[in-house]
């Protein structure tokens, strides 16, 4: 190792900044992405996000499903430089049908910036998420969006926010009217106003800023609406805490922002926000010790894998962040969870579905590893030490279908693609002990829609998606091996395996449930799969 490595690896560390940005759906979190990419330089032109019909499509929404529906239905990842940081920025799924997605990559980051539409203030996909990040203590920046209509007042939506999450709200900038009479917002720190201009192609440094928070031209030039926004920001200053860095760092204090991310209003402070506040990755807790960023050696986690981001070449990238340590281009490095040794070549970074090969990365940094079934979500990649990160979730499936092909001769590919998308955690498949029909688990309805949908399209078989009788499921263990085997025996006809050979029990109802658990004592029925899933629930549930 040369001498400047350690030195370097710190550097390079404090510069990373990775945060997802998260929000209940259609609050405007896939356009607020595409416009951080623009302001910061990343992408010179934003698709919209809402004109499907027209050629241009957001840049993080890259599944055909995602571009015809409008949604994003996978997380997606997209690095970029801004003032000498780099960035990592992870847009997730909004809609609830996707929360695992969402729950494994907030698991992978430092921060979060949560997206709130003005007009429905906090909905319920933002409560559930703003818990997962309570439970890791995230830091969390607040964007409100789409004031440029009839929404609710600003004061409101900050008592709202203090009141639904639990989270002293700090305002940063403050609206100017609402709806047709937006006219911009106030910087409460830099004490001056940006003038609102609709538009979705203007960037940084060609919009109207005046100076100072009393300027006489206000009252000129915004009227009633000036007023108005006067007295509240004078009740904020004095009413409001100031800003502390400690209280936001541990999840106790946003800061809020107000704008529009359709007419890029408002990014600008969010970016900036995010550099000067959002911090740099920290220590990672591992079962046997804790790891900091700027040791010598790599070390890092799968938190997402995607299958078919190539459809051409049929491939599955395992998302890795780097938890410590410089990562080199065909470095040799060992999978914890099985043993196996990986020397991976063709390393990428990414601009959504556009990859480029890196030669390093450093903690905090997103990374993807083209990956044939050697890794899976969870493991850990190490340059040998016995490591093991905790915390990624797997939830009990809500709903169960059971899957057959519609053509017997596709049978080998609805296996192969089941197999993959299963590894990736988009849906969990169950191989029943008695029967040879596989079983789907999801979270919601939507799930295996897509499912249904990716099998035809990317492993050309098409599937006939069934209803079944279970409702419930639990990941069963034991202390005594010869006690699992017992319950596995005798309870074969509601026994199955998921995608990594963890027994399950499937019941029809809870009160069954309850049954089974008070006749074996000794098993324990789990609602998260894994050591690492049953401490993230307890934090969560604590």
């Not at 330089?41 to 529906?69: C, F, L, N, Y």
């Not at 900038?173 to 047709?180: A, H, L, Q």
């Amino acid at each position: 190792m040369s001498a400047d490595l350690p030195s370097r690896i710190q550097s390079e560390v404090r510069r990373r900044r990775t945060f997802a940005i998260i929000s209940h759906p259609d609050a405007g979190k896939t356009t607020l992405t595409e416009k951080l990419l623009l302001f910061s330089g990343a992408i010179q032109i934003a698709g919209s996000v809402k004109a499907r019909k027209a050629s241009r499509h957001a840049t993080s929404d890259w599944m055909e499903i995602e571009k015809q529906r409008g949604i994003s239905v996978a997380s997606s990842v997209m690095q970029m430089e801004y003032r000498d940081c780099v960035i990592n920025l992870l847009d997730t799924p909004g809609h609830q049908d996707f929360s695992e997605d969402t729950y494994r990559v907030l698991t992978a980051v430092d921060a979060a910036l949560m997206v709130i539409d003005a007009a429905n203030g906090v909905e319920p996909q933002t409560r559930r998420l703003l818990q997962v990040c309570r439970a890791r203590n995230t830091p969390i920046l607040t964007f409100v969006n789409k004031m440029d209509r009839e929404v609710k007042d600003p004061l409101a939506l900050m008592d709202e926010i203090e009141q639904e999450l639990g989270m002293t709200v700090v305002p940063f900038t403050w609206p100017v009217g609402m709806g047709k009479q937006f006219h911009g917002v106030m910087d409460l720190r830099q004490q001056r106003m940006r003038v609102f201009a609709p538009g979705e192609d203007r960037v940084a440094g060609n919009e109207e800023v005046l100076e100072g928070l009393d300027n006489p031209l206000y009252a000129e030039r915004f009227g009633m609406q000036y007023d108005n926004a006067a007295g509240e920001i004078e009740l904020v200053r004095e009413a409001a805490p100031e800003f502390s860095h400690d209280d936001f760092l541990t999840g106790k204090q946003t800061p809020m922002f107000f704008g529009s991310a359709v007419n890029n209003f408002g990014v600008q402070e969010v970016l900036d926000a995010l550099v000067e506040l959002a911090p740099a990755p920290d220590v990672r807790e591992a079962m046997q010790r804790t790891v900091k960023p700027e040791e010598p050696k790599f070390s890092g986690v799968v938190f997402k894998i995607q299958a078919n981001m190539d459809p051409a070449h049929r491939d599955r990238i395992a998302f890795v962040r780097v938890a410590s340590g410089r990562f080199e281009r065909g470095m040799n490095l060992k999978v914890v969870r099985s043993g196996k040794t990986l020397r991976p070549n063709s390393v990428v970074t990414f601009m959504s579905q556009k990859r480029e090969l890196l030669d390093e990365a450093f903690a905090g940094d997103i990374i993807g590893i083209p990956n044939h079934g050697v890794l899976q979500l969870g493991d850990t990649i190490t340059e040998g030490e016995a490591l093991q990160y905790t915390g990624l979730p797997f939830f009990a499936p809500e709903m169960f279908r059971a899957v057959e092909v519609a053509d017997p001769l596709k049978t080998k590919q609805l296996k192969a693609g089941l197999q993959q998308l299963g590894e990736e955690g988009a849906i969990q498949v169950f191989r029943p002990i008695a029967g040879s029909v596989l079983l789907l688990g999801a979270v919601g309805q939507l799930q295996f829609e897509v499912v249904a949908h990716r099998l035809e399209h990317e492993y050309g078989c098409k599937a006939r998606i069934m209803p079944s009788r279970f409702q419930v499921a639990r990941w069963v263990t034991c202390d005594d091996p010869a006690e699992l085997k017992r319950f596995i025996d005798a309870n074969d006809h509601r026994m199955a395996y998921d995608a990594v050979d963890a027994p399950t029990v499937l019941v029809e109802y809870a009160p069954e449930l309850r049954a089974i658990e008070s006749n074996w004592p000794k098993i324990k029925f789990h609602a998260l799969r894994e050591h690492a899933g049953l401490v993230f629930q307890q934090r969560l549930e604590g």
